[in-house]
């Protein structure tokens, strides 16, 4: 079945560093979603990428839908100690189903 | 974006038990989504719950295990039925709507806070 692979898993950076992360599949999905889950919390999302190509920033993020739609990256400028946490990239399949990617976490050290 | 509320937040369960998970909106909404959550793992759509009809289960999940009710158009319940311990999870509702806190126009999922679950 499909599946998301997000890459790195896991991250260590120091506060101000900026952070990189992406999401790859085998299948071609219609709109991209990243979302952040803070410990003991759902994930709240953070940026929502319609079409190939796009390019969309909200605040310190980046997002791009990769031009193939079978990947995304999403990156984090100045990262500051409340960016910990989970992140997940999650690909549309059907009208309404999504398939959430497998995670990275990211520990920022002040 | 909708403002989702579950109930509870968390519990710890004897094996053979159930535990009924509560999901409310704050907003009319046609479809509620609830996701599975196992340690350290990815989010798990279990089902699709419509007002009026029968939920749609994903592969791998079954009614009798997790029976939903959807008795209107704010409201959801999961039921987790006759538990062992590989049912500890994060139980998440879900819902699909327009955004409003990004900057721009869109849908998305909203998630509510969860039910973290532990089954001993």
Do not use: H
């Amino acid at each position: 079945g499909q599946q998301l692979n997000q890459s790195p898993q896991s991250m260590f950076i120091q506060e101000g560093e900026d952070v990189s992360m992406n999401c790859t599949s085998s299948s071609i999905f219609n709109t991209w979603l990243w979302y952040k889950q803070d410990p003991g919390e759902g994930p709240v999302l953070l940026i929502a990428l319609y079409k190939a190509g796009e390019l969309t920033s909200n605040g310190r993020l980046t997002a791009q839908f990769g031009i193939t739609r079978k990947d995304s990256f999403l990156n984090i400028s100045a990262s500051i100690p409340s960016d910990v946490g989970i992140y997940f990239c999650a690909g549309q399949l059907g009208t309404y189903k999504y398939i959430f990617g497998t995670g990275t976490r990211l520990k920022v050290l002040a | 974006s909708a403002v989702i509320s579950q109930k509870p937040s968390r519990d710890i369960c004897q094996r053979g038990t159930s535990l009924t998970i509560q999901c409310q909106v704050d907003s009319q909404v046609t479809m509620m989504f609830w996701y599975r959550q196992q340690p350290g793992q990815s989010l798990t759509l279990i089902a699709t719950a419509n007002q009026g009809s029968e939920a749609t289960y994903e592969s791998g999940f079954v009614i009798d295990k997790f029976p939903i009710s959807r008795p209107n158009l704010t409201f959801s319940t999961l039921t987790v039925s006759n538990m062992s311990p590989e049912d500890s999870s994060i139980y998440l509702c879900s819902v699909r709507g327009p955004l409003s806190n990004l900057d721009r126009v869109g849908y998305g999922y909203t998630f509510g806070s969860g039910t973290r679950l532990t089954v001993v």
